[in-house]
């Protein structure tokens, strides 16, 4: 029925992931994020960032602070000191 926007939406959703997956690779090279697969990593980032912005428009500063921390979790960004 959508076939048309479906495939637009994802080969744009790719751009983006693609990107991502670089920065994850660079960001674990550098041993600042978690070792793992990066392309699933920044396909989960993804997913879980989209889903924020679909359904939080008006989160209090503490709840953002939790949807912060639950986005680096999922990048396996490592927290120093």
């Not at 959508?2 to 994802?10: E, H, L």
């Not at 959703?13 to 392309?39: F, N, W, Y």
């Not at 912005?53 to 602070?65: E, K, P, S, Y």
């Amino acid at each position: 029925m959508f076939d048309k926007q479906s495939k637009a939406v994802f080969a744009y959703s790719s751009e983006i992931v693609t990107a991502l997956t670089r920065l994850i690779e660079q960001g674990q090279a550098a041993g600042e994020l978690l070792p793992g697969d990066p392309e699933a990593t920044g396909w989960s980032y993804f997913s879980y960032v989209s889903g924020l912005g679909m359904i939080n428009h008006d989160a209090d500063d503490n709840l953002v602070r939790e949807f912060v921390d639950r986005g680096c979790r999922i990048i396996g960004l490592l927290r120093r000191g």
